[in-house]
């Protein structure tokens, strides 16, 4: 499979979206996500997944304006919290995450989390937001099938992503295939677990052929499996490590031991408890 770290997916309204990014969950605010972010594009990622909810929007945008590259240059998500869903606030939610980021569009706006009653109502929101041309992908993050059928049902738009929990442990390849057949990409979060994961064993066994460590293992696995991924670390020497996927290559046999770990459990929220 003939990987770089500059490989896109073209998502199904031509946009094209880096295969691998820098997610910034639980960096803070401030210094440590504006370094880390900094970090990450001096070592080549040009796409980052923040949400409001990450309370990082400015530092992201204050480290997009100070490492110099065009707007153009960099891919970048972030997400509608569930609260603005609520209380049918998803255009202001929409426009103050623009103005924290300090950028006048995004690259891509997903709906955090499915919230029960607003399903139908966000997504005529999110498409009115992809018409004006501040978005220029919109998507979801942790819908089910059922979720999405929902959505599809109502929907002018077909989502152009689905963000999921994916993982040794956590592989929902029915909520996969079913993305696949209906030309949404697939995004995994938590690849390692946030953090679970930097030390199993398996993935640690796997890399000692190749000179690699678990965590890239188990990247490299995601990425063979044409799944967008962006592990989160604020260390410069885990960011580099985690962006040198691409001079190795695992066996069907390696993936299969990674594939065969699948039982299901999350590391985070299952989408069916929505209560936050
Ligand atoms: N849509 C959603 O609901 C949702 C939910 C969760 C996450 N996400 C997105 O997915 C991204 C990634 O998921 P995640 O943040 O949960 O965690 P993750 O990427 O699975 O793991 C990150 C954790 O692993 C550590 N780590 C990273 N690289 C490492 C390495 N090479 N060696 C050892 N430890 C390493 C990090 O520590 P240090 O930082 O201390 O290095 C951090 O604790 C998030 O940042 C966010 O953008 C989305």
């Not at 690849?191 to 199993?200: I, K, M, N, Q, Y």
């Amino acid at each position: 499979m003939n990987l770089s770290f500059q490989s896109v997916i073209r998502l199904n309204n031509g946009v094209e979206i880096p295969r691998l990014g820098f997610g910034v969950w639980q960096a803070k605010n401030g210094e440590e996500a504006e370094n880390a972010i900094g970090y990450a594009l001096e070592a080549g990622y040009r796409h980052i997944d923040t949400a409001a909810v990450y309370g990082n929007e400015e530092s992201v945008g204050r480290a997009m304006k100070k490492s110099g590259l065009k707007r153009n240059e960099i891919f970048l998500t972030t997400k509608l919290w569930n609260a603005d869903q609520r209380e049918h606030r998803q255009m202001k939610a929409f426009e103050e995450s623009l103005a924290r980021l300090d950028t006048d569009y995004v690259d891509l706006y997903l709906v955090h989390w499915p919230v029960g009653g607003c399903i139908s109502e966000t997504w005529k929101v999110m498409e009115e937001i992809y018409r004006s041309g501040r978005a220029r992908a919109i998507g979801v993050s942790n819908f089910k099938i059922y979720q999405l059928e929902e959505l599809l049902m109502g929907a002018e738009i077909c989502p152009a992503v689905d963000q999921m929990e994916f993982n040794p442990c956590m592989q929902d390849n029915e909520l996969l295939a079913f993305c696949r057949e209906r030309g949404i990409a697939f995004e995994a979060w938590s690849p390692l677990g946030s953090g679970a994961f930097t030390r199993d064993n398996t993935a640690v066994q796997i890399g000692k052929k190749y000179g690699k460590s678990g965590p890239q293992v188990i990247l490299r696995w995601i990425l063979q499996k044409d799944i967008i991924v962006f592990p989160k670390s604020v260390h410069k020497n885990r960011i580099e490590e985690n962006r040198n996927l691409f001079d190795f290559e695992l066996t069907e046999e390696e993936c299969a031991l990674l594939d065969a770990m699948n039982c299901g459990k999350r590391t985070g929220p299952d989408p069916d408890c929505v209560d936050f």
